[in-house]
């Protein structure tokens, strides 16, 4: 039941907004007889998978956790769900996030804060903490997420799992209810990489429906797992450990480039200048896109409107009003803000020209390395509640995951160790523009 408490308490995970048991037995059923008639399906035939809910399923609610969206079903399958089908894949649930992906806690939903299995009281992280709980508790064997500036690895790294973000224009985001377009990219969820790779493989490839979209064919790994990575460079941003980051994370990290070394990589200490200006930028960019994005929902068309409006302009007001959160149009102002006309220059062109910067230190950087080893969060999951009245502090959080949606990169979180306070401690391997399968031999040899 998704781990709604049997006692209705509220310390349930809460993983997920909908659960499609009837859907999901149909669909089991379909499979039953497409591998009876003996079609040779997809390794992943048959095996349930839980799905983000900003990822459009046809005829199942899919609110991306808002207000707005609380009566919205969508008339179209997205993309990734229309492959997953073909697949045979079973999806059993949407799941819990942050209001339109905006956070990293999964405490801004609508439909009320998701737990890490972990540890009840604590966060599980987001803005795809729904699938990570769900996938950590043993709800779903695998799960799907999106990534804009971290939503993939770092509930991936609050919850001991392994994700992957892949890089810009290889999966199609028809169908993904848009945040920061130029940044958003739907990725895997699970508890190993090959898991997270075979699904990738599924998911990924040419859609004509994305205008984004570039790669040909989708990524094939079958020839990525049990390879040996003598020839591996690993570069590690020494810069990065020195910025607000707690001892547990950096020592787990650091312990992780030792252990690539045993297996072989050579791995060496570099800095990526850059990395100060990565936070400020994102917000810029992210929020400039969601204000633009989010424009959208004027409580005509679909979603939420308001009952009490008299006239179209009151419409568009109330509807707004009343079905965005709180952080939702905190940055829709900061994202009016740096668009407007006076201020366009001073902060949203500034951004773009830093992106350019940020992009040129790990295209620098990959003249020397092939893939680059980073944390993924400064700490491990956090009480429920302790930040999400500091959004600053939030903000800054996601330090070492926005710079590569930036830059458009993919990048591989995976479990590597334990903090003292008992909780799971991620890291990252970001790699080279559509270098997914060195990656994932990179984390298959290391798991
Ligand atoms: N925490 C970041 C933000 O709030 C990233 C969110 C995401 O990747 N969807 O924007």
Request: hydrophobic share 35%; glycine share 10%; net charge negative.
């Amino acid at each position: 039941n998704g781990g709604q408490a049997a006692d209705g308490s509220s310390l349930a995970v809460n993983a997920y907004v909908t659960i499609m048991e009837e859907e999901a037995l149909a669909q089991a059923e379909a499979v039953q007889k497409r591998i009876d008639s003996g079609e040779v399906l997809h390794p992943l035939a048959g095996v349930p998978v839980a799905v983000k809910d900003n990822i459009c399923t046809k005829g199942t609610k899919t609110t991306a956790a808002s207000r707005m969206l609380n009566n919205f079903i969508p008339p179209y399958d997205a993309t990734v769900i229309q492959r997953l089908h073909s697949a045979g894949a079973v999806i059993i649930g949407k799941t819990n996030l942050d209001e339109y992906a905006m956070g990293g806690s999964t405490e801004t939903s609508y439909y009320g804060v998701t737990r890490n299995p972990w540890n009840l009281e604590t966060v599980p992280g987001g803005s795809s903490g729904g699938s990570a709980a769900a996938v950590a508790a043993g709800f779903a064997p695998y799960a799907l997420g999106s990534d804009t500036g971290g939503s993939i690895r770092q509930p991936c790294s609050f919850c001991n799992l392994t994700g992957i973000k892949p890089t810009y224009g290889s999966v199609s985001r028809y169908g993904l209810m848009a945040y920061a377009s130029s940044l958003d990219q739907i990725g895997t969820m699970g508890r190993n990489i090959r898991d997270c790779a075979e699904a990738l493989s599924v998911i990924s490839g040419y859609d004509e429906k994305d205008s984004t979209s570039v790669m040909k064919e989708a990524f094939d790994f079958s020839e990525s797992f049990g390879k040996n990575i003598k020839e591996l460079r690993i570069g590690v941003p020494k810069n990065y450990f020195d910025i607000g980051i707690s001892e547990d994370v950096k020592a787990s990290v650091l312990e992780a480039a030792k252990t690539f070394e045993s297996l072989g990589a050579s791995v060496e200490e570099f800095e990526i200048p850059t990395i100060e200006y990565a936070v400020p930028a994102y917000y810029i960019v992210a929020c400039a896109e969601a204000s633009s994005n989010l424009s959208r929902y004027d409580g005509i068309k679909y979603g939420y409107r308001s009952g009490d409006a008299k006239d179209l302009l009151e419409i568009f007001y109330r509807s707004r009003s009343e079905g965005f959160g709180k952080e939702v149009k905190r940055r829709i102002m900061l994202g009016s803000f740096v668009l407007s006309s006076g201020y366009f220059d001073a902060y949203y062109k500034k951004a773009l020209q830093v992106r350019g910067l940020i992009k040129k230190s790990f295209d620098d950087a990959f003249e020397k390395y092939d893939v680059i080893l980073s944390p993924v969060s400064p700490t491990t999951a956090y009480p429920i509640g302790g930040q999400i009245e500091d959004p600053l502090a939030m903000y800054l959080a996601d330090i070492y995951t926005v710079s590569i949606n930036l830059s458009g990169l993919p990048a591989v979180a995976l479990p590597c160790g334990f903090g003292k306070d008992g909780m799971p401690v991620g890291m990252q391997l970001i790699g080279k523009a559509f270098s997914e399968k060195t990656l994932v031999k990179a984390a298959d040899e290391y798991q």
